[in-house]
């Protein structure tokens, strides 16, 4: 399945907002569900990663597998997905691993530090970041 990021919108048509049923006419069902340590429902698709709070969707998550797009661009088969994703917001955040471009609502680690065992993106509704921001560092790509 081919997932189109809208940023601060949602994937495709699943969008930040939508409660797990909704989810599931778009995405199918769930191979499982948790609550995670924040108390947020977490639901596992072949994939894709789907958490809630009780706002509905807040967070997206992909693993390199996914076809993953942003405009045109497959951003796990580009050769340097950071580049990608600095074209859209040139001003990340470093936080705890993860460089998070805030003017997209996109996340992304394992690339800029070189730990491919943590290769991931996710996209974001607006203020998922916000109680974080005291732990942000610029970020100056090398």
Same mark, same amino acid.
């Given at each position: 399945?081919? @997932?189109?990021?809208?940023? %601060? ?22 191979? !499982? ?5 924040? +108390? ?28 993953? %797009?942003?405009?045109? *661009?497959? *951003? ?6 950071? !580049?990608? %994703? ?10 705890? +691993? ?9 996340? *992304? ?7 491919? !065992?943590?290769?991931? *993106?996710? !996209? ?14 610029? @970020?100056?790509?090398?």
């Amino acid at each position: 399945m081919k @997932f189109e990021i809208k940023p %601060l919108i949602g994937v495709g048509a699943a969008e930040f907002g939508m409660n797990p049923i909704e989810i599931e006419s778009i995405l199918g069902p769930p191979r !499982s569900a948790t609550i995670t340590a924040r +108390g947020e429902l977490e639901e596992a698709r072949e994939d894709i990663i789907v958490r809630y709070t009780d706002k509905g969707v807040v967070e997206f998550a992909f693993f390199p597998e996914a076809d993953l %797009l942003l405009g045109n *661009i497959s *951003i796990f088969n580009a050769t340097d997905p950071v !580049s990608v %994703l600095l074209g859209y917001d040139p001003f990340p955040k470093e936080c705890f +691993g993860f460089l998070v471009f805030l003017k997209i609502g996109l996340t *992304i680690t394992g690339y800029h530090d070189g730990d491919s !065992s943590q290769r991931a *993106i996710t !996209s974001f509704t607006s203020g998922r970041w916000d109680s974080m921001a005291e732990h942000f560092a610029e @970020f100056y790509a090398h």
